[in-house]
């Protein structure tokens, strides 16, 4: 059987993997843009350099978001380009009753998983009461994507309620601060759990230490810019590999 997958992003990467285990035949169809090149060459320009040394024009260049502080929603970029969002393609216009005021489409190789934050939490049985499944039918499925998913963070009462459904966590320093306030939370544990709040460790799609394709992160702070060294998970560089 000959089956068309249309999107690189999580979900079209990992349909495209589930079909290839049970030996079908795929094709990934893809607008498949990428990053403008005067955009990519300050993200390598980062990569190949210590982030102590890094010069404030790089910087300046690699944060830049003229969406903030306008009237409508700003969106995060990665190092400082929008080719992320396609609502002003000429082949695929898209139209909103509120401009700027609705989720945009994208035609970048790798889907919104090229600028996501990373936060990765299965959904509550709660969220899908209207579905035809329930958490522990998608539970496997979860299972099979962090195969190759990285994921950080859980701990405190935050596993219980949403399960890593990896053995696998990485571990990200959260830092002085974020440290001390997981300790008083933990000295709260049990005031929370009666008011039904949940707490731990952000759970984050990034790679925590060095892999094939990467260094774990180095806390850099870029991270609402774009990751030089793609510790943030996105499925870009499969789909490059697929092309």
């Known amino acids: 059987m000959r089956v068309a997958v249309i999107g690189s992003g999580p979900a079209g990467l990992h349909a495209t993997k589930a079909l290839l285990d049970r030996g079908m035949d795929v094709t990934v ?17 980062l990569a190949a350099s210590d982030p102590r040394a890094w010069p404030a024009h790089l910087l300046d260049a690699a944060r830049a978001n ?21 609502a002003d393609r000429e082949f695929a216009p898209t139209r909103v009753l509120v ?12 889907g919104f998983s090229t600028v996501w934050g990373g936060a990765s939490l ?30 950080t963070g859980g ?3 935050l596993d219980g309620a949403f399960p890593p459904f990896t053995e696998r966590l990485g571990d990200l320093d959260p830092g002085a601060q974020g440290r001390g306030l997981l300790r008083d939370l933990d000295r709260a544990r049990d005031a929370l759990g009666a ?3 949940f707490y731990g460790r952000a ?16 806390r850099c702070g870029l991270c ?20």
Not at 29 to 45: F, K, M, W, Y
Not at 99 to 105: K, Q, T
Not at 232 to 241: E, N
Request: charged content about 20%; hydrophobic content about 35%.
């Open 66 to 86: 003229p969406t903030i502080g306008g009237t409508a929603l700003p969106k995060k970029l990665l190092f400082g380009s929008d080719f992320i969002y396609a």
């Open 203 to 218: 759970r984050l799609a990034v790679r925590t230490s060095d892999a094939a394709d990467g260094p774990g992160c180095l």
């Open 29 to 45: 169809i893809d607008a498949g843009e990428t990053l403008p090149p005067d955009r990519q060459d300050v993200a390598n320009a």
């Open 122 to 151: 299965p959904v509550d049985d709660c969220d899908i009461g209207d579905w035809p499944v329930s958490r522990a039918d998608l539970a496997p499925y979860y299972r099979k994507v962090l195969e190759d998913m990285p994921l």
């Open 195 to 197: 008011a039904g709040s």
């Open 224 to 243: 609402f810019a774009g990751c030089p060294w793609d510790a943030i998970y996105s499925t870009a560089s499969w789909a490059s590999c697929s092309r």
């Open 155 to 157: 701990g405190g009462t």
């Open 99 to 110: 401009e700027g005021r609705a989720p945009l489409p994208t035609f970048a190789q790798g």
